[in-house]
C-alpha cells in the first residue's frame, strides 16, 4: 500500500474500533445473591478466604459456599477476559499467593 494512503486508512479502522466500543459500554451488574440452583456467584460468601493462601482446596471451598459453578484464580499482570459471568467467583491473588479479593463475573 502505498504511503500517501497508509495515515487515512489506519485513522478510519482506528474510528470503527472506537466506536464500536462506545456502543457496547455495558452496565456492571449488581453481585446476585447464592442461588445453587443456578449457580449464581455471591462473593460474601468467598471472603473467609481473603488473606489466606490460594490452595486447591480453599479455592475449591471458597467456590462451594459463594454458589458460583466456577472459580478462577487470577495472578498479578495476568491477562483475563473481561466477560461478566455471573456462575464464575474470581480469585485475585497477590505475588505470595495470597487471596487480596474475592468477586464475581
Known amino acids: 500500500m502505498k504511503r500517501q494512503y497508509l495515515l487515512p486508512t489506519l485513522s478510519a479502522a482506528l474510528l470503527c474500533l472506537l466506536s464500536a466500543c462506545a456502543q457496547q459500554t455495558p452496565a456492571t451488574p449488581a453481585?446476585?445473591?447464592?442461588?445453587?440452583?443456578?449457580?449464581?456467584?455471591?462473593?460474601?460468601?468467598?471472603?473467609?478466604?481473603?488473606?489466606?493462601?490460594?490452595?486447591?482446596?480453599?479455592?475449591?471451598?471458597?467456590?462451594?459456599?459463594?454458589?458460583?459453578?466456577?472459580?478462577?484464580?487470577?495472578?498479578?499482570?495476568?491477562?483475563?477476559?473481561?466477560?461478566?459471568?455471573?456462575?464464575?467467583?474470581?480469585?485475585?491473588i497477590d505475588a505470595g499467593n495470597r487471596i487480596t479479593r474475592a468477586h464475581c463475573g
Not at 478462577?72 to 499482570?77: L, S
Open 31 to 92: 453481585a446476585p445473591p447464592a442461588n445453587s440452583a443456578t449457580g449464581q456467584c455471591n462473593p460474601s460468601g468467598a471472603q473467609f478466604a481473603v488473606g489466606r493462601a490460594a490452595e486447591a482446596a480453599l479455592v475449591e471451598q471458597a467456590r462451594q459456599r459463594s454458589g458460583a459453578q466456577m472459580a478462577r484464580v487470577i495472578r498479578p499482570g495476568q491477562p483475563v477476559t473481561l466477560d461478566y459471568n455471573l456462575q464464575r467467583l474470581n480469585l485475585d
